[in-house]
């Protein structure tokens, strides 16, 4: 199957008081069409700094070197900062993890989505309220007209989710990138998130980039996984082989800090019967 996006060798450096911080080291791997691929690892190993690094989020003097960065056949190596904003929001999606800091709090829910729509494919507000009233109710918004009116901040930790869901799709983007979109939400709410995602990829083939550091989620939408540590890969396989047979001590430790392997499992059934009901 031809792959969406292919990155080889990426290495990102921040430079500090300290000294230079070798955030990411040699980081390769490559995501399917209408796939998932889940970078996991703890807090701080590296995996959000690499995801937002494919589409030019990096830190304020942040370096990055990369020997391969390709996304839909195109090189994007050595794409320019006008040529990332083209590629953001239309191409590749974003799923921020806390959406209230990343919309626009002066704004309406509905004017976000629709700018979205403005900046990448026509000048046309008619077409564009249509396009994010439609998505609305494709997330499950409850309400859609009168939500297009509200802002973030009279929108539940829900509601607020499924609209970023709904502007990271105002483009019908091949690939979205989630930076763990359910690590605020309670367990209800995550099945119902994760079970929305799957349902989105079955209806239009994207691909997905997850990240999280949850192997319950990524047991419930994975189809690869990488785990991370201190800035590298060191474990990468389909999600079923690195579950149930481990290769390393660190993805070891993970999968026992998730209370019951049952788990795994229950949470696995339920965003399936939930996407697919």
Not at 1 to 28: C, F, T, W, Y
Not at 36 to 48: A, D, I, P, Q
Not at 198 to 204: C, G, K, V
Request: with cysteine; aromatic share 4%.
């Amino acid at each position: 199957m031809q792959n969406i996006l292919e990155i080889s060798d990426l290495e990102i450096d921040i430079p500090m008081k300290s000294g230079i911080l070798h955030a990411v080291r040699g980081v390769s791997f490559s995501i399917e069409k209408g796939k998932t691929l889940c970078l996991v690892g703890e807090s701080g190993s590296g995996k959000s700094l690499t995801a937002m690094s494919i589409i030019g989020l990096l830190p304020p003097k942040g370096i990055k070197r990369v020997s391969k960065s390709r996304f839909d056949g195109q090189d994007i190596a050595g794409f320019s900062e006008p040529q990332m904003q083209d590629l953001r929001g239309k191409a590749i999606g974003v799923i921020f993890q806390d959406p209230m800091m990343a919309f626009n709090p002066t704004m309406t829910i509905g004017r976000q989505l629709e700018e979205v729509y403005l900046r990448h494919i026509a000048r046309d507000k008619t077409k564009a309220r249509a396009k994010a009233l439609d998505l609305f109710r494709k997330v499950g918004m409850t309400q859609p007209e009168a939500r297009m009116g509200q802002y973030p901040h009279e929108l539940s930790g829900g509601l607020r989710q499924r609209a970023m869901i709904a502007m990271a799709l105002m483009c019908e983007p091949s690939l979205l990138i989630a930076d763990e979109p359910t690590t605020a939400l309670d367990v209800t709410m995550q099945v119902q998130v994760l079970a929305l995602l799957r349902s989105i990829q079955n209806d239009l083939g994207i691909s997905i980039l997850f990240i999280t550091h949850d192997l319950g989620v990524v047991a419930a939408i994975a189809d690869r996984v990488a785990v991370m540590k201190s800035g590298q890969i060191i474990e990468f396989g389909e999600v079923s082989q690195v579950l149930k047979a481990p290769s390393q001590d660190y993805t070891k430790a993970l999968i026992a800090a998730v209370p019951k392997v049952k788990a795994l499992a229950a949470v696995h059934a339920a965003v399936a019967e939930a996407a697919h009901g």
